[in-house]
């Protein structure tokens, strides 16, 4: 298990909390021994400095999305868990909050936050029975009062159903990931723009965003895979869901098999 997930797992268990919605998660951190402040802050989302003995929280009060508040508050009590013999002053930023490819104490950080926020048994509770797509992963980041993104990640590694996530920024492929042993190979466009027809590239030239009810689009299997020269498209069922947020330009683009 991750370092993040354990201390997380510790942590709850020794606060006696089984499910993090059931408590305000400002009395978590003042449990621990933190202090939590809300005011703006002009260049970052969270911020930590530890003093001799104790610790102060800020997080930037200009946050109107509760599931980010929530997310950034457990990152800064990753950071108080985890690393305060190692840091002195830390600020975050939304490429710090970022799931993909981030140094050491930030991953530890973001895995602790998920496991505090969406607890491995809960969750998997949470999704058993479920079919997979846009709706299920609604209704849990509705459940457990977190961001659209991280539940789609804490899905990614705990949920039934095998996803890929591809993540772009100005229309810009910049990481992907697959499950170990996906049956399909990726075309690797890191560095490139989405494919033409993905619904990633549909934002990024048309600023097309689908309504709820049609944010399931069904793709092609060679839209975003190798195609192999015996198979052919129309044996596939392929879907892209598009997490956007025009205000950084980004997409995080959920592709998924259904199997006939
Ligand atoms: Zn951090």
Redesign the pocket.
Known sequence: MSPGKLAAQQMMSECGIDDPTSIPLDLIVYGRGATLIEKPLSNSE?R?VFGKTKAIITVNSDISYEGKRRFVIA??L??FELHRNLILV???TDA??EYFKNGH??TE??EFASEVLMPEKLFKAECKGNKFGPDLLRHLAERFQTSLTSTVYKYFELGDHPICLFYSFNNQIKYWKRPEEYPHYINDRTKLPPPEDSVAAEFFNEQKIYRKEDSKQQIWKSTWFELKSWENDNDFRFYEYCIITPKYNTVLSVVWEELK
Do not use: K, R, S
């Open positions: 969270g930590i990152h800064e990753g950071h830390h600020n975050d710090t909050l104490q930030e950080a973001n």
